[in-house]
T-cell receptor, first 114, second 113 residues
Framework: GDSVTQMEGPVTLSEEAFLTINCTYT??????LFWYVQYPGEGLQLLLK?????DKGSNKGFEATYRKETTSFHLEKGSVQVSDSAVYFC?????????????FGKGTKLTVNP | NAGVTQTPKFQVLKTGQSMTLQCAQD?????MSWYRQDPGMGLRLIHY???????DQGEVPNGYNVSRSTTEDFPLRLLSAAPSQTSVYFC????????????FGQGTRLTVV
């Protein structure tokens, strides 16, 4: 079945450092890809998405490009802030047999120190 | 603008007790789902619904029941709580197509002792 693999955490960075969180996927169809973020004590919220190959999603300085050839959707940010400390989830959405499902990676906890 | 509302936020149960976790959304979304979040496991799908009267099992359905009598509500029932069901539970809703955003509630932290 469909699956998402993202880099193990936790990740600790200093403010203004460059961030990369790797994400690869396995899917039988043509999934849409997402990054969700979970701030402490809250539910998940959508950070960015891409719906087809070579699409780039971006939001709040974060970017990720849908790479079909490498089945990847790595999250990047050029200069992280303390407020970016959160857990980041890579996910895919695929329609199989008429039903829609989101499949999540295990999450990567990011801590940004001042 | 309430979005997805879950109640309660915290709950402690004794082994064998039953309870219902409530989830309501006011966005007229057809698709609703329940996940559990465990350390190192990410989010795992328990049950989902593509519309009123239609439900289906996810990855980890055992020990849980759902029903969808209205578009707005999607309660999750624990039939006989077990310590293995200690987790954080999230309800989500979306328009249900492959390209749309899922909106999550703030979660219910359940402890079974």
């Amino acid at each position: 079945g469909d699956s998402v693999t993202q880099m193990e955490g936790p990740v600790t960075l200093s403010e203004e450092a460059f961030l990369t969180i790797n994400c690869t996927y396995t899917a039988t169809g043509y999934p849409s890809l997402f990054w969700y973020v979970q701030y402490p004590g809250e539910g998940l919220q959508l950070l960015l998405k891409a719906t087809k190959a070579d699409d780039k999603g971006s939001n709040k300085g974060f970017e990720a490009t849908y790479r079909k050839e490498t089945t990847s959707f790595h999250l990047e940010k050029g200069s992280v802030q303390v407020s970016d400390s959160a857990v980041y989830f890579c996910a895919l959405s695929d329609r199989q047999g008429g039903s829609e499902k989101l499949v999540f990676g295990k999450g990567t906890k990011l801590t940004v120190n001042p | 603008n309430a979005g997805v509302t879950q109640t309660p936020k915290f709950q402690v149960l004794k082994t064998g007790q039953s309870m219902t976790l409530q989830c309501a959304q006011d966005m007229n979304h057809e698709y609703m789902s329940w996940y559990r979040q465990d350390p190192g496991m990410g989010l795992r799908l328990i049950h989902y619904s593509v519309g009123a009267g239609i439900t289906d099992q996810g990855e980890v359905p055992n020990g849980y029941n759902v029903s969808r009598s209205t578009t707005e509500d999607f309660p999750l029932r624990l039939l006989s709580a077990a310590p293995s069901q200690t987790s954080v539970y999230f309800c989500a809703s979306s328009y249900g197509t492959a390209n749309t955003e899922a909106f999550f509630g703030q979660g219910t932290r359940l402890t079974v002792v």
